[in-house]
């Protein structure tokens, strides 16, 4: 069976993804954006402690190192937190560069080569169109340099939300403590009524 997809992406008609003009500059390193994050939370110890940075137009890079703790199979990644990993990757690409919250609604990963423990993955994601509240991302995965062999491919739809997604879905205990200690969360103004 061939593993090259033949389906259209974007799936629908999309128009091209606009920067925003505030949207951190090319080279910034992104700060967590929430401090219980399992993807970017410095507050997970065994979290994926994604680091990102934002590149030229509208691609993102993130590095991930496999550590003990992400295994599956012995010595590799679980392929449930590669996904995670590419999750986080795609949504700091949306969160990022549009500066609007948005929640993942579909994601799909091809796994094309093993990932060991030790492995320092190089995730460049980029906006591949807009339709509406739709955001359609994919991003690619490296193996230990930004050059290296393509080891995960992913690509997602974002769907745009307003503040109150997560004010009235969050657990109440973990939005007070955000009340309690706004630098759980990161502080940048986003447009946040879609
Ligand atoms: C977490 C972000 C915090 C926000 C802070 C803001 C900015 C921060 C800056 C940076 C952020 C940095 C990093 C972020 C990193 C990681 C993010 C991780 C993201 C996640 O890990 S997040 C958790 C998992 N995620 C969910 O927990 C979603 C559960 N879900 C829902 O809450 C609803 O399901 C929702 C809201 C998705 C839609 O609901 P809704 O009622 O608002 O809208 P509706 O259903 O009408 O869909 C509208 C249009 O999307 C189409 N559509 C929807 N779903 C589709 C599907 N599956 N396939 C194909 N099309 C689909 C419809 O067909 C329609 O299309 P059309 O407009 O053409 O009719």
Known sequence: MSRTTTEVWPPVPTEAPQRH???PAPGADLP???AYCFGCG???EQGLHIRTSACEGVTIRSRFTVTEAHQGAPGLAHGGLLA???DEALGAAVGNLL???AVTAKLETEFVRPVPVGTTLFIDAHLDGVAGRKVYVSAEGRLDA???TVAVRARALFVQVKLSHFLENGRPEDLAKIAD???LLTRRSVELNP
């Open 21 to 23: 003009p505030e949207a």
């Open 32 to 34: 967590q954006h929430y």
């Open 42 to 44: 410095d507050g997970v």
């Open 84 to 86: 995670c990993a590419f």
């Open 99 to 101: 500066r609007k919250p």
């Open 146 to 148: 930004e050059d290296g």
């Open 181 to 183: 200690n706004p630098e």
